[in-house]
Nanobody
Framework: QVQLVESGGGLVQPGGSLRLSCTAS????????MGWYRQAPGKERELVVV???????DYGDSAKGRFTISRDNAQNTVYLYMNSLKPEDTAVYYC?????????????WGQGTQVTVSS
């Protein structure tokens, strides 16, 4: 099993910044994708950004130009730097990690961290 621990959420004013982090532990072999999704009340979970091991990074439309992902493979940690935050960024942010198997990928989700953007 793989455990994901997220941190860094909280309350921030519009225009402010936050950094989220997610660290994977446990039975970790061949981590491939590390990324972030979010879910606002009454809405479906959506992609924020995902990065692949040795591959491209994909940003959701809401994150382009404002959010940046960073990955520390030695620490099995992924960071999400969020700038110029808007009230519509308010959501629960979930970390997602996939590991390669002989047949495909396993996926793991964090417990979620609340981000609230409000004055």
């Amino acid at each position: 099993q793989v455990q994901l621990v997220e941190s860094g959420g909280g309350l921030v004013q519009p225009g402010g910044s936050l950094r989220l982090s997610c660290t994977a532990s446990g039975n970790i072999f061949r981590i491939n994708r590390m990324g972030w999704y979010r879910q606002a009340p009454g809405k479906e979970r959506e992609l924020v950004v995902v990065t692949r091991s040795g591959g491209p990074t994909d940003y959701g439309d809401s994150a382009k130009g404002r959010f940046t992902i960073s990955r520390d493979n030695a620490q099995n940690t992924v960071y999400l730097y969020m700038n110029s935050l808007k009230p519509e960024d308010t959501a629960v942010y979930y970390c997602r990690v996939t590991t390669l198997t002989g047949f495909g990928e396993n996926e793991y989700w964090g417990q979620g961290t609340q981000v609230t953007v409000s004055s």
